[in-house]
């Protein structure tokens, strides 16, 4: 069968990074996704903010703990987000991770 | 301006901010730290725990607040630096942490820490007063000023290039880099600002306009 | 806490600051590892085995300290689970997921909540063994013909071996000083040795 060749994805020009399928919880990772989901929660003594970030692998979770937004971070920005993430019923979440805003 | 800790640091601080006619609270567990001010003091004075809650609305806290967390112990700093951001909505806050290594993880929950081996009066209130229209340096023979501000949400997810802004530095999580005219601004990230004051004016209002956008 | 979770086959890393309690604390446990270190430092939670530990327990006497230690165990090792104790009741609002705490323990508060769970209103319950179950913690709710209402506490007929140690009221701890009068609705906590839940009874709750 014909095939058509497969172009690199955009995350895989970025080197250093790990597919969020390949992350092994509890291990410093990059990964390099976009944001698909974003919930803030503004209860005045707890507030946060968990974001989901897809790439062609998967979808992991990063929060943040006593903010309710983060300048810039928004539906379809592409984001660095390096970190130690633990995987909770399959789904892996970082806290308060490093992150790098993408054009 | 509410400061925590009234040790050689922030007595220093409470004196020099009140002789430049700022309104001064400064808080410290111990009344007798308060000696340290000297007579002459003009500010308030309030003992108590500096992130009780309670105690920072008696100090007259608010969002347009200045909080300066200078006590002897690093956590405290960092309790007294959330408890004012996160809770009343402080956003000029600036922790002292003794430890490097530390201060590059607060950064990260949103802390500005000054976190130098000569950290000094000096260097918290240009940390402090980065949000107030300072200038640190300037060319004697041309107009040009050296300023550091930091980035606020209204500019976050901005390339360099089109703020149109000279920024010739940015410490970004407790390290510095040299930006491309690409790099992507951040909230929270110190920009070392190069231009002339109609510039760096320029530069300010973008700052503060209210337009997040993205 | 080490002694005991090892009973139970876990590995226990324990760090403190203070070399004369590290010194002083020696265990033959093969199981119990004890590291001498500022649990605020990478380093420090590193060599303690935080990147693999199922369970961080900030159980210093310093809030601020168990607070940082549970960030720190949260977001730069994604410990599953981590336990903080809180020292001072003030500070209880800020041990939740703002400072990567999961579960907090707040000795102050841990008799005031277990006496507002529904307690039986006139029945004397044990709500903790002490000493190794030589003395026990007891709580009654007095009910209208408890013998005690009206009384003062120091004329309360109560064993010798027991004594009031705290009075809950409309959810305040009331001190107990000699002439503290009962109430109706008073949950009293009395704390006894020996076998004089008999005794207790008949001065609380009333002849059986």
């Known amino acids: ?103 | 301006m509410i400061i925590v800790g009234c040790g050689r640091v922030g007595s220093s601080l409470a004196r020099q901010l009140t002789a430049e006619g700022h309104d001064v609270v400064i808080i410290d567990r111990n009344t007798a730290a308060f000696r340290r001010l000297g007579d002459d003091y003009s500010g308030r004075t309030l003992t108590g725990i500096g992130f009780d809650r309670e105690l920072l609305i008696a100090a007259g806290i608010t969002k347009d607040s200045a909080v300066m967390a200078v006590t002897s112990g690093d956590n405290s700093n960092i309790l007294i630096a959330r408890v004012a951001r996160e809770m009343f909505g402080v956003q000029q806050v600036v922790a002292r942490i003794y430890d490097p290594r530390r201060a590059a993880i607060y950064e990260r929950v949103g802390i500005s820490t000054v976190a130098t081996v000569a950290w000094t009066t000096k260097r918290i209130l240009r940390a402090i007063l980065a949000q107030q229209g300072s200038v640190d340096w300037t060319d004697p023979s041309s107009c040009y000023h050296l300023a550091e501000r930091r980035i606020t949400p209204s500019l976050a997810g901005h390339s360099i290039e089109s703020t149109g802004a000279n920024i010739i530095l940015i410490n970004r999580s407790g390290t510095a880099q040299l930006p491309m005219p690409s790099t992507v601004l951040q909230e929270g990230d110190g920009a070392h600002v190069l231009g002339t004051t109609e510039q760096l004016e320029d530069f300010d209002r973008l700052l503060a306009s209210k337009q997040g956008g993205h | 806490m080490a002694e005991e979770l090892s009973k139970f086959g876990h590995s226990i890393f324990i760090v403190d600051n203070d070399p004369k309690a590290v010194s002083r604390t020696t265990t033959g446990n093969p199981l119990v590892t004890i590291i001498l270190g500022d649990g605020c430092e990478i380093d420090t939670l590193t060599k303690a085995g935080a990147n693999d530990a199922d369970v961080v327990a900030a159980v210093t006497g310093d809030d601020e300290d168990n607070l940082v230690v549970s960030l720190l165990a949260k977001q730069e090792f994604a410990v599953p689970r981590v336990v903080a104790r809180v020292n001072y009741p003030s500070n209880e609002w800020m041990f939740n997921s703002m400072w990567g705490v999961d579960v907090s323990v707040s000795t102050p508060h841990l008799l005031t909540a277990l006496v507002e769970e529904a307690v039986a209103i006139g029945s004397l319950v044990k709500l903790l063994s002490l000493d190794h179950g030589k003395a026990g913690l007891n709580e009654v709710t007095l009910a209208p013909q408890s013998p005690a209402i009206g009384s003062t506490v120091a004329n309360l007929k109560l064993p010798r071996e027991s004594a009031v140690v705290a009075i809950i009221r409309d959810g305040h701890v009331v001190v107990p000083a000699p002439d503290i009068v009962l109430l109706e609705g008073d949950e009293v906590l009395v704390l006894a040795t020996g076998d004089v839940e008999a005794e207790l009874g008949r001065a609380l709750i009333g002849p059986k």
């Open chain 1, 1 to 103: 069968m014909f095939g058509r060749k497969k172009q690199p994805s955009a995350e895989a020009v970025i080197a250093g990074t790990t597919p969020i399928a390949d992350v092994v919880a509890r291990t410093t990772v990059t990964i390099v996704g976009q944001v698909v989901r974003m919930q803030s929660q503004s209860a005045v003594e707890l507030p946060s903010l968990v974001v989901s970030i897809k790439d062609s692998s998967g979808t992991a979770n990063a929060s943040w703990t006593g903010r309710r937004s983060l300048g810039g971070i928004a539906l379809g920005r592409r984001v660095i987000i390096t970190g130690v993430a633990t995987r909770t019923s399959g789904l892996l979440t970082f806290v308060n991770p490093e992150y790098e805003l993408l054009l």
